[in-house]
């Protein structure tokens, strides 16, 4: 069964980082595309970030580039986003999400709230 559990997300003061985890099971992760999204309260889901399956190719949302870092550790089967520098527009629950033979796996997310 796959399933993705996201952690690491919480209450940072604007121009903190935090790093947030997703641990894959079902699956390995180093046989899959993975994504990072993120959903602000009262707005739509937007993509973030995307790591290939090889893991050299990582794309990011203009509005994250060079603040955030997606990686994978295939020993753990998990996923990563380094965030740096957060802002209070970085406020969102953020979703890891994976595309196994056309069906959409989401985890259920983990709140980042940036304020002082």
């Known amino acids: 069964q796959v399933q993705l559990v996201e952690s690491g997300g919480g209450l940072v003061e604007p121009g903190g980082s935090l790093r947030l985890s997703c641990a894959a099971s079902?699956?390995?992760?180093?046989?899959?595309?993975m994504r990072w999204y993120r959903q602000a309260p009262g707005k739509g889901r937007e993509f973030v970030a995307r790591?290939?399956?090889?893991?050299?190719?990582?794309d990011y949302a203009d509005s994250v580039k060079d603040l955030f870092t997606i990686s994978r550790d295939n020993t753990k089967n998990t996923m990563y986003l380094r965030m740096n520098v957060l802002t209070p527009e970085d406020t969102s629950v953020y979703y890891c999400?994976?595309?196994?033979?056309?069906?959409?796996?989401w985890g259920k997310g983990t709140l980042v709230t940036v304020s002082s």
């Open positions: 999400n994976t595309n196994i033979n056309g069906m959409e796996y």
């Open positions: 079902g699956f390995p992760v180093s046989n899959y595309a």
């Open positions: 790591i290939s399956v090889t893991g050299w190719n990582r």
